[in-house]
Structure formats: structure tokens, C-alpha cells
């Protein structure tokens, strides 16, 4: 017997049929170790020793593995092909040997296959290899390097800036680059600019003209400043003969992408499907995991020979010979170091239609599609265009103006033939309108009629904010970070909330932008881009054998431990000193009236400045204690300059006691009576204080609100608003509610239900509970319809049942969902409450009486828990 570990149970099982009863797949659930996070786990001083800590969840899994090990005649590690995937085989391999699970003659062998079919897994069985030492090399240096980082600046971060979380090596260049670009938003001076255009007529059929040159000056966006210059030219164009002096058509070519790496698979299901760059690999690893695509973690943009061929006759099965180019398209990768993986994203099988794949959940099918299309597309011929240019005179005495329109006729559709009516926006083009437009027959000489002239008045935009995907974009332009880290450090940056989003968009909170400010000030070269990028290349050249990674360790830890040893001694009076400095165009933005805006509005004498609490940093004046004056950053960077005055907001009639709404240190809260007893609740963040009034306010004092009682433990549900916004709670579980309005308003099974997906989504690599497609009230608990990530499921407490592959979820009825959590009940032998039933077997009558389950002594088996690969943990 040949015992053979991959990561997941869904490869085990697929695996596992390919190979047959001589193999036994087993399943590591990702990493079975990792750093523990502790001080001292690695130590620089030891010649950067490294002690690893086992994951609790993973010793029955490495128990399961050394008895299965007893009788194999050869262990086969065939973790992921990439940097993370063989460090797991090493982790694995070592772990063994120290509990001597392996004898001395049992042969060791790695293989890898980038998809999986039976034929890439039969191929990667004939050809193993050695564990490659230099990609564990260089994951070692990237988890020392990220723990070395986060465990030096992290404490600092919490003695000089109170509230702040941590910083990460890749994650803080990143919380960077989105606090830059907030910061070009708000210096930015919009410049008033207009358009002119003349809308044209060439034997009854309309088109457009842009004006081109005044003068036998080119203009351009910004040629035209005011309203009476554009009143002026349109005046000059009325008055003008209209003369075609020249038409210029030119045959261009459109050539299609690259197929898809795992950067631009991010940013385009981004884009084109609205899925977050960590939903977006959740599917792609299902898909992966199904047999569907290959290798979802890459940076390479070739596909193999066997990707090539199929994809050709593929083209010629769907659209003819006259779309297949003559030869082969060939890519290669802008990436300086294309390392994660062997080829791009592709289907495993093109032959298999996207709309043929019905058994397929919505968003699965949707990204199959993409990844399907992309890659036929990279290997039809290109699209041929005839684009036209119109230069048109407008003579007028004195002056000469000029018109140029311009058009474009796609003359022969190749790749875009595959994304038909919605061409332009499925292929991932952004072209310019006036290139999309189809002109009139022109030659040189005629005289169209002029029906309008049109003139707009425009301001210049500042930069766009970074949405996931062009923050990925720019992050993968600049060489910070890796295919496996992106989804990981968006990830991070919102959960410790240094951003939020803001309709895709990516905005920094005050939280984010201190921090960046401090280490921009105080690390400067260990947040610059360039600095960042050359340690991704040095980790590129270890994993390719030229260097050696406990040098790079040495070169990186002996100038910035000296650097981390001087900023341990400044005092906190230099840091705020320096975020006033930074931050001043943020937080002290120019008041309208002139005035100094750091002069304090309470007391008139004092300075304001950036002061830090146990929570966090606030606005306060220099005269304190005798001037009590503090705001929040929010209401400072909005030019609020006045703290809310205490306002008597009307009488309690429960209590009688006088409701007052109040400013405080950390803003504004209201209050119920006087005195240092006196019941207090924050006003919520995003709230107007002018439309808080009595009703609001005894909301807001109800809170924490009981919402019920849980179904199966009986114990209450509360709702809240706590210092990470709003929540429901049960049995010390938080679960977050996605709108503060709805803490007033959330219901016992809403409630119920996201306690259960918090629950199931705990663990470290856990999932979440999955949205109910149905949902039926029965006395035993909600019975709901659902769709995981083995299909779709039938869900009563802790019951899970699988539907037959030929019942639809939307034909499930309660009586057939009843039915299966019996039959399930019956063969796990477990009640809805999770616990052991009686011999007796249950029905699936309403009315049937719940009996005390029979006790057991067989031992219950842990259910299995995934644990996250590092690579997709938090940097």
C-alpha cells in the first residue's frame, strides 16, 4: 500500500479514484504547523532558529497518517505545486521522521500535478522527485521575515500609538499605497475646463466632431478654460464653411489577453462579476478541487502544450478554422520572477461548455465562464479594425479651426466573436468612445451640414480611489507581494480596520492612516516600495538555488533591529509631534473663515493636536486640563470645528430622567440622567448628531436589546453596538450585523442563523456557514436548503444531509428534507442537537416526541477542521 498526502479531503476523494485500492489518499487539512504567536519563535541570535508549534487541530490527522504509514510499502507527498505547497510537504516530512513514523527503507517521494484528471495525476505518479530544499529556503525566509517584522514594529505600534493593531511587512506598503492615494484625493485642486463639439450631418446621417486645433494649435483636454472661450469657438464654428480636408483609414489589429494568472483573475472577476479577490479564490479552489482548472495560485501566463492544443481544437469545434491563427500564441509573464506555479488559469477541458455545467453553483459558473472564455479567446486570431480619422476644416475669415472625427469598423471579429454583443466590456477594454463609433462614407472634399455645436463644462477629477482589484494591480506593478498573499493582505487591512469599503472602493480610516504616518515618519525605508519589492526578488533568487536565505536574514535583521532599538527610545511627545506634521492637510484642514485651523474654538488660546487615549487617537487642545475641548479625527478631517454641544433631548417615560446628547473624548454619545452612574451609549459612527433625537436616543439606550432565546440551548440572544460596530451575541459568540439599523430590528432566526455561521467560521481556515437557498419553520428548529462546497444540503440543527444529484434545491419540499435528516440521523446515529439518538429510530412526523438520547460509550470522532496555508494568513 502507497500512502499519499494532499491538502484537502475533496483532493483525497478525487485522487483517490484516480489511483485505486493500491494507494490510500490521505488529507492534511493545509498546514500542520506553523510560527507560534509568541516572542521568541524565531531567534535571530541563534542563527535565526526557528520553533514550530504544531496546530491542535492537525495532531489527529498526523496520527491517522503515521497508522496508516505502518503498512506502506512508500509515502508520496503531492501537496500544491508552489512555494507554500512544498513547504507543507517538508513540514509534513519532518514531523514524521521526529515521531520515527517512517522506517529507514520506506522510499519518500514528491510529486506534482498543476490540475487534477486522471492523466496529470498518472503523469505526476511516473515522475517524482526530491522535496525542493531551495523553495522551503525561501518560505522559511518569508515567514521569518514576516514574523521578524510583525513582532518588532507590532509592540512598538502599541506603546507609541495606543489603539493601533499591528503593521506586517507586505500589508503595511499596501495600507500605504491606499493611504497615499487618499492622500492626492484631498490636495487635489479641480481645474475648470469645456469641451466643444460639433454634431454633423453627411447625407441624412448624424456623427460627431470633436474641435481639434484653433489657430494651428493642437488643443487639448485643458486648451479651453472658461464658458466665454467656448461660447466664442462656438460662434467661430456656426459661422464657418465646413470643408473635409482629409480621410485617413488604417487597418489595426486588436489582440487578446493573456490567459489568466492569479492577479488578473482577481481583477477581473472584481470588475466583471463584483466578487472579492478571497470569494474569488474560494471558488477558484473549488473549481481547482473539482477537476475544472488548473492551479489556481500562478504568476505564470503559458499555458502547456496539452492547454495549447486543446484550446485550438477547441476554437475550430466552436467557430471555424477561419478563427484559429497559424501558429500557437506564445505569452510571457511581465512578472520579474514567475515562480508560484507551471502554467496559467485554464479549464482542465475546454470541450466542457460553461452552460453545459448546470450542476454548478451561480458564482461557480460565472467564474468558470471567465476562465473559460479568457483562455479560448488567448488563442484566436485577433480582431481586425478599420479606423477612420476625418480632419474638417471650418474656415472662417481670420481664423482657422479644425474638427476631427474619428470611427472605427470591426472588419473581422476573431477573439471577439467569443464574447459577442458585450465585446467591448467582456474583454476587459476600456476604449475610448469615439473609437466604438461607426462614421458615415466621407471622402475629401464634401461639405457635411452642421446641425449643432455642443459645449460642456467639465472639472478635472482627482485619482481614483484603489478598489481590491487595482490595488492588487498596482501591487503586482510594483513586485510587493505574491499570487497566494494578495487576497490574504486585503483581508487583513479590513479586518484590523486600517480600511473599509465604500462601494468597492477602498478607504482608509483614521486608524489606518496614523499608522502609515508613523512608519512612513519612523520606518521610512521599510514601507517604501522599492525596498519591499527587492526582498520579493531576493526570495525569488533563493528559491532559485542563488542564494543563501539565512544571509538575506542576516542583511535585513542587523540594520533593522539597530533601526528598531533607536525608535524604542523616542518619546510619544516626537511621534504626535511628527503626525501633526504628516497628517495636518487630514486633520487640520483650512477653516472658511481664514482663521489658524489648529487654534482651539472652546478657549481661543490653545493649540489643537493629535493626542492618544487607550483606544485610540483623538483631536484635544494644549491647555488641557483647563480647556476640556477634544473631537474626533472624523469630525476635525470634515472641518467640524465645534464639538456638539450637550443638548437635553427630552425625558425618559419609563424613568423620568432628563436624555441628554453629549460630546465626549471619543465623541458624541447620549446619556440618561446626571451623574457618574449615569447610563451612556455612543452615538454610532456614520450617524448625524442633528437627527439624533428622544426616539433615537432611547434606541440607543435599550441597547444591549434581547432579541430571544436560542432554539437549542435555551440561553438569550442580545443585540448590540460594541467598539467594532453593531453585533448579536450568544454564549460569549459575537456575530457582526452588516447595518447598525438593524441591531434595533433584527429577528430570532436572522439572529440564529449568523450566530451559526460565526460559529462555523471560528476556527482559523474554517468556512463560513453558507447562505439558506429555502428555509422551513418546524417544531424540531429551522430546516434550511443549502449550497456548500460538496453541493447542495439539507441543514436541521446539526444535521447536514446531501440532496441526490437529481433533486434540484429548489424543488426540495419539507417533508423530502425531513426524510433525508432522518435517513442521515439514522446512519450517524446523531440527534439535531448534535448528540448521540437512541436505538429507536426517529420519524419525521411534526408531532413526534423528542426521547432522551441513549448513552453511548463508543467515542466521538472530532470533526475535521481545515487550518488555513500560511500563505493565505495574515501577513
Known amino acids: 500500500m502507497k500512502v499519499v498526502i494532499v491538502e484537502s479531503p475533496a483532493k483525497a476523494k478525487t485522487i483517490n479514484k484516480y489511483l485505486g485500492k493500491d494507494y490510500e489518499v490521505l488529507a492534511s487539512f493545509g498546514h500542520i504547523r506553523d510560527l507560534p504567536a509568541k516572542e521568541g519563535s524565531v531567534r535571530p541570535d541563534e542563527d535565526f532558529a526557528m520553533s514550530w508549534e504544531v496546530d491542535a487541530a492537525a495532531k489527529k490527522r498526523i496520527t491517522d497518517i503515521t497508522k496508516a504509514l505502518k503498512g506502506a510499502d512508500e509515502l508520496i507527498l503531492a501537496t500544491d505545486p508552489d512555494r507554500e505547497g512544498e513547504a507543507i510537504s517538508w513540514h509534513l516530512l519532518d514531523v514524521l521522521r521526529q515521531k520515527k513514523a517512517i522506517k529507514k527503507d520506506t522510499p519518500v517521494k514528491r510529486v506534482m500535478f498543476n490540475a487534477i484528471t486522471k492523466d496529470a495525476v498518472t503523469q505526476a505518479m511516473a515522475n517524482p522527485r526530491e522535496i525542493d530544499a531551495p523553495l522551503v529556503d525561501a518560505y522559511l525566509a518569508r515567514r521569518a521575515l514576516d514574523y521578524l517584522v510583525g513582532f518588532t514594529l507590532s509592540p512598538i505600534l502599541w506603546r507609541k500609538l495606543p489603539g493601533s493593531r499591528s503593521a506586517g511587512r507586505v500589508q503595511s506598503v499596501a495600507l500605504r499605497l491606499v493611504c497615499d492615494r487618499e492622500d492626492e484625493i484631498e490636495k487635489f485642486k479641480p481645474e475648470e475646463y469645456w469641451s466643444v463639439a460639433a454634431k454633423l450631418n453627411q447625407k441624412g446621417k448624424s456623427f460627431e466632431a470633436r474641435l481639434a486645433s484653433v489657430d494651428g494649435k493642437k488643443t487639448d483636454k485643458l486648451t479651453i478654460k472658461t464658458g466665454e472661450n467656448a461660447a466664442e469657438l462656438r460662434k467661430l464654428i456656426e459661422s464657418g464653411n465646413l470643408n473635409i480636408s482629409s480621410v485617413d483609414k488604417k487597418p489595426t489589429r486588436r489582440n487578446p489577453y493573456a490567459p489568466f494568472t492569479t492577479s488578473s483573475l482577481q481583477q477581473d472577476a472584481s470588475s466583471r462579476l463584483g466578487l472579492s479577490p478571497s470569494r474569488t479564490m474560494q471558488i477558484a479552489q473549488r473549481l481547482y478541487e473539482d477537476g475544472l482548472i488548473t492551479y489556481m495560485r500562478t504568476d505564470a501566463v503559458q499555458m502547456s502544450p496539452e492547454g495549447i492544443d486543446q484550446s485550438r481544437r477547441c476554437i475550430v469545434k466552436e467557430f471555424g478554422d477561419e478563427y484559429l491563427p497559424e501558429k500557437p500564441r506564445l505569452y510571457q509573464s511581465k512578472a520579474k520572477n514567475a515562480q508560484e506555479a507551471h502554467e496559467a488559469i485554464r479549464p482542465t477541458d475546454l470541450f466542457k461548455h460553461p452552460d453545459t455545467l448546470r450542476n454548478l453553483e451561480a458564482d461557480q459558473q460565472k467564474l468558470y465562464g471567465l476562465i473559460w472564455r479568457r483562455t479560448l479567446a488567448s488563442q484566436m486570431k485577433s480582431a481586425e479594425i478599420e479606423r477612420t480619422t476625418a480632419e474638417i476644416d471650418v474656415n472662417v475669415p481670420g481664423r482657422a479651426l479644425g474638427l476631427r472625427a474619428v470611427g472605427s469598423v470591426v472588419t473581422f471579429p476573431g477573439f471577439l466573436a467569443l464574447y459577442g454583443v458585450e465585446a467591448k466590456q467582456d474583454d476587459g477594454r476600456d476604449d475610448e468612445n469615439e473609437d466604438s463609433r461607426e462614421l458615415p462614407p466621407l471622402a475629401v472634399g464634401d461639405k457635411p451640414d452642421l446641425e449643432d455645436v455642443l459645449t460642456e463644462q467639465h472639472f478635472t477629477q482627482p485619482p481614483a480611489r484603489y478598489t481590491e482589484a487595482s490595488l492588487i494591480r498596482k501591487m503586482e506593478e510594483l513586485g510587493i507581494g505574491r499570487p497566494s498573499t494578495y487576497a490574504a493582505t486585503l483581508g487583513t487591512l479590513k479586518d484590523r480596520d486600517y480600511v473599509r469599503l465604500d462601494k468597492r472602493a477602498l478607504v482608509p480610516e ?28 531576493q526570495l525569488d533568487h533563493i528559491s532559485a538555488g542563488d542564494l543563501d536565505y539565512k544571509q ?108 441628554f446628547l453629549k460630546n465626549g473624548r471619543f465623541g458624541p454619545y447620549v446619556q440618561l440622567g446626571d451623574g457618574k452612574e449615569a447610563k451612556r451609549t455612543s452615538v454610532p459612527r456614520g450617524w448625524d448628531t442633528s437627527s439624533v433625537d428622544l426616539d433615537k436616543a432611547l434606541q440607543l439606550l435599550s441597547l444591549p436589546r434581547e432579541v430571544g432565546v436560542h432554539p437549542e440551548t435555551g440561553n438569550p440572544i442580545t443585540a448590540g453596538i460594541g467598539r467594532y460596530g453593531p453585533f448579536v451575541l450568544h454564549d460569549k459568540t459575537y456575530a457582526n450585523l452588516p447595518d447598525v439599523e438593524e441591531v434595533f430590528s433584527v429577528g430570532l432566526n436572522r439572529a440564529v442563523d449568523l450566530i451559526a455561521q460565526k460559529a462555523a467560521g471560528g476556527g482559523r481556515g474554517r468556512r463560513s456557514a453558507p447562505a439558506a437557498i429555502k428555509q422551513f419553520e418546524h417544531d424540531d428548529g429551522e430546516v434550511s436548503v443549502r449550497s456548500g462546497r460538496y453541493g447542495p444540503y439539507v441543514n436541521q440543527g446539526k444535521i447536514n444531509a446531501t440532496l441526490p444529484k437529481d433533486l434540484p434545491p429548489e424543488d426540495v419540499t419539507l417533508e ?12 450517524t446515529g446523531k440527534t439535531v442537537s448534535g448528540k448521540k439518538a437512541s436505538a429507536k429510530k426517529a420519524t419525521t412526523k411534526k408531532t413526534a416526541a423528542k426521547k432522551p438520547a441513549a448513552k453511548k460509550t463508543a467515542a466521538k470522532k472530532p470533526a475535521a477542521k481545515k487550518s488555513a496555508k500560511s500563505a493565505e494568513s495574515a501577513e
Open 552 to 659: 538575506v536574514l542576516r542583511e535585513f535583521w542587523d540594520d533593522f533591529s539597530k533601526h528598531t532599538a533607536e525608535i524604542k527610545d523616542l518619546r510619544v511627545s516626537e511621534v504626535l509631534d511628527a503626525l501633526n506634521d504628516l497628517l495636518a492637510d487630514h486633520i487640520f484642514p483650512p477653516r472658511e473663515d481664514g482663521a489658524d485651523p489648529r487654534q482651539c474654538p472652546t478657549c481661543g488660546t490653545g493649540t489643537l493636536s493629535l493626542k492618544l487615549g487607550r483606544y485610540g487617537a483623538f483631536i484635544g487642545c494644549s491647555n488641557y486640563p483647563e480647556c476640556k475641548h477634544t473631537m474626533q479625527l472624523a469630525d476635525a478631517a470634515t472641518g467640524q470645528t465645534e464639538a456638539v454641544a450637550d443638548d437635553a433631548l427630552g425625558v425618559d417615560p419609563e424613568s423620568g430622567e432628563e436624555v
Open 510 to 537: 483614521d486608524r489606518g492612516r496614523i499608522v502609515t504616518a508613523f512608519l512612513t515618519s519612523f520606518f521610512s525605508r521599510y514601507v517604501e516600495f522599492g525596498f519591499t519589492a527587492s526582498l520579493e526578488e
Open 816 to 827: 423530502k428534507a425531513l426524510e433525508l435528516i432522518a435517513a442521515r440521523a439514522e446512519a
